[in-house]
């Protein structure tokens, strides 16, 4: 990706299966912000990685598992999904911040994975249509500032037999944490581009994706959601 400071906006139709977009809901956080908030992240993922893992591990590997063919890692950080992705698929990654794409390189030489990791909006993707059997991403729907354009860019480089494998945090479905989560919320969104209250579901099904599958963990903080990647324009 060349230009971080233009974001198409979700209303500007490029591919031939943009079908226009139901809300573009920008928040006022934009790519360049993000990439700063992420590059001082990225120090804390070689600290924190095994956290990560120890805690969110058996998610990863319970969505990320089932994929299969040629697999595209929307936003995949540091690689942390690479290791959860079965040995017989070819993994493709795409991120916006350059320090964790160079982790996810050495993830994948670690891994001694077959794949490629590339600098790419997700709301730009520079795919073909129905270039992938899966798409997978995770944790990325609260950071993307048009969580809708990204979503619909990931049905688009789907094939319509594929499958788009999603794991996300939200807003907890118990109120203690909930509550916590929105006096949180401003604070944490300003520092890290992140939605912590986030519903999960409910962007989905406003990008018009059909939820195959869903499923919460961890009082609703966790959700895993299994998408067709032929949209439902009857969603709202
Ligand atoms: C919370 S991290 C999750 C990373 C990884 N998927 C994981 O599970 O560890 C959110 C990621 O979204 C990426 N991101 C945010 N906006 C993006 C965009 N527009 N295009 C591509 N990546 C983006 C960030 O750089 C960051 O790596």
């Not at 697999?71 to 698929?89: I, K, R």
């Not at 794409?101 to 730009?124: N, P």
């Not at 500032?145 to 979503?151: E, F, G, Q, T, Y």
């Not at 939820?211 to 609703?220: I, K, S």
Request: proline fraction near 4%; aromatic fraction near 6%; hydrophobic fraction near 30%.
């Amino acid at each position: 990706m060349t230009n971080h400071e233009t974001i198409k906006t979700p209303d500007s139709p490029r591919h031939s299966k943009d079908r226009g977009t139901k809300s573009s809901n920008n928040d006022q956080m934009t790519i360049p912000d993000i990439q700063n908030a992420y590059a001082r992240y990225a120090k804390w993922i070689d600290r924190l990685g095994w956290l990560n893992r120890l805690l969110t591990g058996r998610f990863r590997r319970r969505q990320f598992s089932e994929a299969t063919g040629r697999v595209l890692d929307v936003a995949c950080g540091a690689g942390t999904n690479f290791q959860y992705v079965p040995e017989s698929t070819e993994i493709v990654g795409i991120d916006i911040s350059e320090p964790l794409l160079e982790r996810a390189r050495s993830e994948l030489e670690t891994l001694e994975r077959d794949g490629t990791v590339t600098q790419m909006d997700a709301q730009d993707l520079e795919f073909e249509d129905d270039s992938f059997d899966t798409v997978i991403s995770s944790f990325s729907t609260c950071t993307f500032p048009d969580r809708v354009a990204a979503l619909r860019e990931m049905a688009r480089v789907c094939r319509p037999d594929g499958q788009i494998l999603l794991l996300e945090h939200g807003r907890s479905d118990n109120d203690l944490i909930a509550r916590y989560q929105e006096w949180r919320a401003d604070a944490h969104y300003e520092k890290s581009g992140c939605r912590v209250t986030q519903e999960p579901l409910s962007v989905v099904r406003r990008a018009g994706l059909s939820v195959d599958e869903a499923e919460t963990a961890q009082l609703g903080r966790i959700t895993r959601i299994v998408c067709d990647p032929v949209l439902d324009e009857t969603n709202e």
